[in-house]
Structure formats: C-alpha cells, structure tokens
C-alpha cells in the first residue's frame, strides 16, 4: 500500500514535468536550446518542490503548505535553472518563465492536492493479521496507520498456537485481511509451518521492518529489539561509498564557491557585532569513533569545564542569526574536503555525549558505521536533541540512514537541507 502511494506521486510528478513543456509550447517554437533549457528549468522547479515536501502525505492533505511548498519550490528550482541558463543564447523567453514560475507556483498546488486526494480516496485499505502482541506493536502500527492515510487497517492481532493461526486463515470465501504481518518473529517460530502453507495458498506474509521503515523512514527501537539479529547483519553490511566520497568532493567544492557572499556576510557579522575569533574548532566524534576537529564559525562562547562537569556555552548575538540560518555550518565544508565527514550523515557529536549515549541508549554506536555529516536524514526530518528521549527518536532517523544509505538517499537528504535551512527547521 505504501508502494502504491508512492507510484502515484511519481505519476502526478511526471504529469505535473510533461504538463510544464505543453504551457511552455504555448508561448514559444521549440527548437534544440530551447527544449534543453526547459528541461533544466522544469526539473529544477520539480526538485525544488519536492525539496520542500510538495509530495509528502501531510503536505498533500493540506492545501496552504501544499501552495507554500510549491511556491517555494518554484521560487528555488528557477534560482538554480538560471545559474547555467543566463550564459546561454538565445535564451528562453522572458514571458516563458513568467507563465512557468505561475503554472508551478499557483496552479500545480490545486492540481497536486487534487489528484492525490482523489487517487487516495479510491485506493482500498490493506488490511493485516498481525503476529504480534496488540501492547507492544499497537502504539507504532498507529503511527503507521496514520502516515498512510488510513490505508492500511489492521484486522486483529494474534499470539497465536498452529491451530489458532490455521482457522484464522482458514476462509472458503472472501478473506478478512490482505495479508499476515510478522510482528514479533519469536512468536512467528512456533507457527512456521502455518506460515509457509499460508504461503503456498496465495495468503500475502509480510515483515514489520518493511512496512515500518517504508512508512515513518525511521527505524524505531523497539523494532530493532524485535527483529535484532535481522539489523544486525544488515548494519554490519554497512559501507564507506567511494561514489558519495566523490560526490562530497564535488558538491563541497561547489558549494564553498557558492557561499562565499555568505561567508564574507558571516564573518563581518560576527567582526562588528562579537568581534574576534571568527572562527573555532570543536572536537567531535565521527565513523568509527574517530575524533576530529569540526570548524565552524564561532557563535557560541567558550565551554567552561567546572569540576569536570561540562557547563553550556551561551550563545553571541551574532551566532542567534547564523544558528538559525545554518550558516554557521559552512566551514565544516572544509571538514568534508578533509575527509573527516561526509555532505549528509549522523550528525558528529561531542565526545561527552558519545561517551555518555554509547553505554545508555542500544545500538547507540551503530549510527557511527558510516561517515557523520554537515546534514543529514535525522537533521532534516527531526530535531535537534536535548534529553535521552530525543536523542533516542534521533538515533531511530539515523539508523534508517545507516541502514538505507544509497546516492538516491543521500542526494534527496542534500535536497531537503535548502528547505529546513530556508523554513528553519531544527534550527537554535
């Protein structure tokens, strides 16, 4: 169910890019330059949109962050068009882009909610027995009923004996679920057998993990209780990526060229505002526990170390407008030249709390199997973290990263950075 949600934002995606060239060919002749700028312009303007959760369920299902989004993402997709555009000749039409920048921004956002909403609305709920016990599976099934939209449903949940679990999926007519959900794979042993035969009659058996990750794109804890030994092989198959490693140089070259208005910005504020050190170093714990020297620009006063006991700095005046803009983070950039992390990864901690979260919170190190990064999966879909709790919700993020880190993860993460700085998301 999840999947065919999902189809259907890749199809309204493609209808909304293939309806963008038909208006453009109302208001000019194609010709070889021209389609090629369109191109670009229309994919950059269907990045920016999905950078700002234009597709995301709870976007669609509300129609003011759905024409925010769409707005926004169009304002950022023909910001980045025009950077090659403007030293191409002849160049689109000025009217082309007018027409294009008010089909996105204001007219898309009414057909995109439309069309999900009536697509959704049609879809039938996918219904589960769930091998499980209601108690400890009911709080995160809710959560992924909700993120579905209420399209998936569960039927019942069974501790079950062969016997029971045999007349449960032993039905002549129509059947009152879709499918057999593991929930708790220890409970699951004692009906193997069941399982598979269901298996051979056409019954649909699916896992928890799946369901859960494709649903909240976290991996909750608890779920990594459950089904150990399953992450356990899978985060011990997690690898350094030469093509990410590559893409880091690039983009991070890229970006510090970019920047630099930012930075000369950046560092007069803190010049004329806190004065001198502009910058500082900070140690930091990244992949595989190695520590490093994080540089950033300074917006905090220095830690005091009082009877061994770490005091918070407090923040400068200047470091209130670059914490919340990010721009704080640019000369980390270097650290990604270095080697030290990644463009997107878990965020790098400082060695008290790795110290301290390490011997407190399970599986707390595995986020550190992979390179930490300036951004990242839980930085741009969660928080910063204060208390045990929050920093266990964001090792769940982190983890789904750990878990799933592929080019296609780590570039829509880069993409969704634009919108959490822009909107500042997590920022303090």
Known sequence: MIRRIASLKYLVAIFLFVT??????????????FVFQAFILNVAIMLGIYAFRGFDNSTTYSLNSCIVSYISGTILGILFALLPIVFMKPRLPRPTFYVT????????????????????????PRRYLVIG??????????????????????YSYMNPSAATLTEAISFEDTKPFDAILIGDPKLARDVDDVIETAKMNNVGVEY?????????FRIPLPIIGLFR??????????????????????????????AIPFILFSVLLILLIDGRPIFYRQRRVGMGGKR??????????????????????????????????????IPQLLNVIRGDISLVGPRPDLP?????????????????LVPSGVTGHAQVLYTYADTKEEYEKRLEYDLYYVKNMDFMLYLSTLLRTAEVMIFRRGAK
């Not at 956002?109 to 069309?115: K, V």
């Not at 011990?236 to 093509?243: D, G, P, Q």
């Not at 950033?296 to 470091?319: C, W, Y």
């Open 20 to 33: 963008l060239f038909f208006i453009q060919s109302l208001t000019l002749t194609w010709t070889p330059l």
């Open 101 to 124: 920048a008010l089909i996105a921004a204001f007219i898309f956002p009414l057909l995109s909610c439309m069309l999900m909403r009536y697509s959704i609305k049609h879809l039938p």
């Open 133 to 154: 016990r209601e108690e400890d599976l009911g709080p995160i099934l809710e959560e992924v009923k909700k993120a579905s939209m209420g399209k998936i449903e569960i």
């Open 208 to 216: 928890l993990p799946t369901l859960v990750e494709q649903s909240l």
């Open 229 to 258: 030994e399953y992450y356990e092989v899978l985060f011990s198959e997690a690898r350094y990526s030469r093509r990410i490693r590559v893409m880091d140089l690039v983009f991070s070259s890229v970006i510090l060229v970019l």
């Open 292 to 329: 490093f020297n994080a540089f950033k620009f300074r917006t905090m006063t220095e830690h005091v170390d009082q009877n061994g006991v770490l005091v918070p700095a407090n923040i400068t005046k200047s470091g209130r407008i670059l914490r919340k803009t990010r721009l704080n983070e």
């Open 352 to 368: 008290v709390f790795y110290d301290q979260w390490s011997k407190e919170i399970r599986f707390y190190r595995s986020r550190f």
